[in-house]
């Protein structure tokens, strides 16, 4: 078992008397891709939005590379880069200049800002869009710029949030080669998603989420063999068991 990065300890949270969030805990060893995998509603989004600082749980707490949430937030949030669930980009300026903002906003002087920029836009396959505006790129692009921000300031931990939902191929690709890169450099990621066979592919670890609780977490591979012949179900089949109904419903 590789060092815990991140412990989740019983997180609560709720909105107008409903609970979004109700009582989860989980752990990320450093180093390792973990999938929150779950439909929408499940509590993802907000489970990320409380680990990255950006709201406080009702009660619980998280430590990340030891620091608490509640107690240390804006430590936690140096050693975090966070790709939102929507896209957080200035359409009139271009892939560079959008970098180099967020990294001015981590602290970094405009060299290192400038430096960094172009090595993630590059890590992206961007580097010759580097001075595209925005408002001219496709979808998948975006989604990499969005990624290429989240790498700003050189986290330990990045936090993807659906990073591949309605993309072309080759940008789901360059994003999933960039994670795998990550990773062997020592990243530890967190990944969500609601697309099972991805994280089934991608994930050392996932928990499955469903009505703000976590109901499974286990590798793919245990998961699957927890319900049947793991080469023949599949992480759908897992949520259908432990839920009683289907991903997609
Ligand atoms: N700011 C908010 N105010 C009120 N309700 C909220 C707020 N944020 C989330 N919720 C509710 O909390 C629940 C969990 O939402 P959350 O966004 O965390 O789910 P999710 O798993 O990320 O879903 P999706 O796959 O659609 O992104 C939902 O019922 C949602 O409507
Ligand atoms: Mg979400």
Do not use: W
């Not at 749980?57 to 790709?83: F, H, M, W």
């Not at 020592?186 to 989420?209: F, K, P, Q, S, W």
Request: with cysteine; glycine share 12%.
């Amino acid at each position: 078992m590789p060092e815990v990065f991140l412990a989740a300890q019983d997180l609560q949270k709720s909105f107008n008397g409903n609970k979004a969030v109700a009582g989860v805990s989980f752990t990320i060893g450093k180093g390792d891709i973990f999938g929150l995998l779950g439909p929408n509603g499940a509590g993802k989004t907000t489970t990320i939005r409380i680990l990255s600082t950006v709201l406080e749980a009702d009660s619980g707490d998280v430590t990340v590379g030891g620091y608490s949430a509640r107690k240390n937030p804006a430590e936690v949030r140096k050693l975090i880069g966070v790709c939102p669930q929507d896209l957080a980009l200035y359409e009139d300026l271009s892939a560079l200049d959008n970098l180099i903002f967020f990294g001015r906003m981590e602290g970094l002087n405009g060299k290192d800002a400038k430096t960094q920029a172009m090595a993630n836009l590059a890590l992206m396959g961007l580097t010759e869009r580097a001075k595209g505006k925005i408002s001219k790129f496709s979808g998948g692009m975006k989604r990499r710029v969005n990624l290429a921000i989240a790498l700003m300031g050189s986290p330990k931990l990045l936090v993807l949030d659906e990073p591949t939902v309605g993309i072309d191929p080759q940008s789901r690709n360059n994003i999933f080669e960039t994670i795998y890169g990550l990773r062997d450099k020592g990243m530890t990621v967190l990944y969500t998603t609601h697309y099972m066979e991805e994280a089934d592919r991608i994930c050392d670890r996932v928990a499955i989420m469903d009505g703000g609780k976590i109901v499974a977490m286990d590798t793919p591979h245990g998961l699957r063999a927890k319900i049947g012949d793991p080469d023949k179900v599949t992480l759908e089949d897992v949520f259908l068991k432990m839920t009683g109904r289907s991903m997609r419903d």
